[in-house]
Every structure is written in C-alpha cells, then in structure tokens.
C-alpha cells in the first residue's frame, strides 16, 4: 500500500494529492501548520500543538477548517493508513482557494491538508552526539509566534547552515539577543547549572517541546530562566542545546566554530534528553 494524504477532506494516493494553483497558501503563504511526533503510533503533545494551531489561526482570522476533534481523527486515521509506529503528522491550514487578491476573500472555507510520514525516533537511553551552530541575523518577520507556512528566512537560514556543514540557524536580532533556531527553541546550561531560554513572546515560536522541557525541568529541580541573553552569554554557557518535535533535545557543543563548555554532551543536556525522551515513550495521546 502506497502512502496516503489526506487533501480537502479525502484520503488521496501521495502522487494524487494536490491543491489548486489559487490556494491561498500557495500564493500567499496565507496559511498555519503543525508538525506532531509519533511514537508508538500515537501522536505526542497532540492536545498543545492543536491549541497551538487554533491560536495561528486565530490571530491571522482564519476560521478552522475542522474542529479539533475530527482532526484527531484525521491524523490518527493517516497514521494507522500509512502503518506509522514511529514519525510524525503534519497539518497545514490555509485561508482557503480564491481568486488572487490580497484582500481576504468573502467567505471560502479553509483548505486542510495533512500527511504522516515514517522516522525513527531514539530509544530510551540514547547518548545523542554534539551538533554545531551557526549564528544569522534575524531577518523574519515581527509575528515569530504564529506558527506560518511563510518560511523563507527560515529556509535560507538553514540552508546556509547546512552548507556550512552545521546542525541549526541561530537567530540573532539587532539588539544582540539570541531569539530561537531556524526551526527549533534555543536553550543554554550557565555554569550553576540552571536553564535560560528566551521569553515567550512575537519574536519567537512557543515551541510543544520548549514547555515539555521546561515542565521537565521544574519537575527534576532543575531551574529554567525565561530572559534574554546575547551571543556572548551563548559563547560562553557551560552547555548548549535545541529544542523541536523532531529534534527532541539536541546537544550543541559549537557555534560559529566555537566551543562550548568543554565541547563535550554535558549532564544536564543529557538530562534533558532522557526526560524529554522518556516523556514521548509515555506520554502519547
Ligand atoms: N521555533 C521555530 C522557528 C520552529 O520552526 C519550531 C519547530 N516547529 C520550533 C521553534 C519548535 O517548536 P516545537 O517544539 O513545537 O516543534
């Protein structure tokens, strides 16, 4: 059996599953998304990422195109068609297929699309190896918190990372505070061994994982600071690590090709790991 998407409401074949060319999302990048981790074929974290998406939606005055209880069902349905047991479900939401005009159209429904696909995710116990870092300037948009299909700097951004033979983007803004990863939060160990993560706010995404980690944290007496900090104070913590569904909690033991703390997974890292691993072993929903 083929893989299977779900357009519009109707599970398609993956080669069949397309949108007209006036999509709103297509045109505009008028539209939200979400992208929810599967283990043990169930989704993780399912009830803040679909919160998380009627929030989007909500603050571009988008209606939803579905509620969220027959979205779950959508997105189990697409893990159980696709034989899912380890992954993830992406769903995209747009303002709908209008005739182009950048006013907002008159009342169209929103258009849905939603697909799984198969990864694996690390077992209990995993050691997860340092990745580097490369820091941009931020150049995105004022509105980091909805989460927008428009992606552009992001993909640029990580693509210079890539190129550069890096893990992740890190963005900095023109006051020098490191604001969040192309595609992940940001997370660094000071040397008494609490956390610090950037506020929540419009400069960056409220990520499903950062508030597993932090309710993680709080839980092991581990201390996480909500506050700004600059490139500097990232150079010099004593740990570093990012945070996404698909990420999980990554090491990052260099940036811009600098060391840090002494270039190897520290223990709170590695704490933060097992507890964010061992919450998606049990907590799926
Ligand atoms: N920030 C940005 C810019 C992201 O794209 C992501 C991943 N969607 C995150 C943070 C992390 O969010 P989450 O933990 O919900 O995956």
Known sequence: MGRV???????????EALVHFEDRGYQF??????????RSGKMVDTAPHLARLGRSLGELDIQPPMAEAPLRVVLNELIRRNRIREGFVYAQATR?????????????????????RARSWPAAGHKPAGQSAITLRDERWARCDIKSIGLLANILAKQKAKEAGAAEAIFIADDGIVREGGSSNVWIVDEAGALHTHPLGPEILGGVTRAAVKRLAAGAQIQVNEDRFDREFMLGASEMFITSATSF???????????????????????????YNDHTLSAAD
């Open 5 to 15: 998407v779900y357009v519009n409401g109707a599970y398609r074949p993956h080669a």
């Open 29 to 38: 990048s008028d539209g939200v998304y979400e992208v929810v981790l599967v």
């Open 96 to 116: 709908g297929v209008a005739p182009r005009d950048h006013f907002f159209p008159g009342p169209v429904k929103a258009a849905l699309v939603c697909s799984a």
């Open 249 to 275: 909690v990554k090491p990052i033991t260099s940036v811009d090709g600098a060391t840090i703390g002494n270039g190897a997974v520290g223990p709170v890292t590695q704490r933060m790991f097992d507890l």
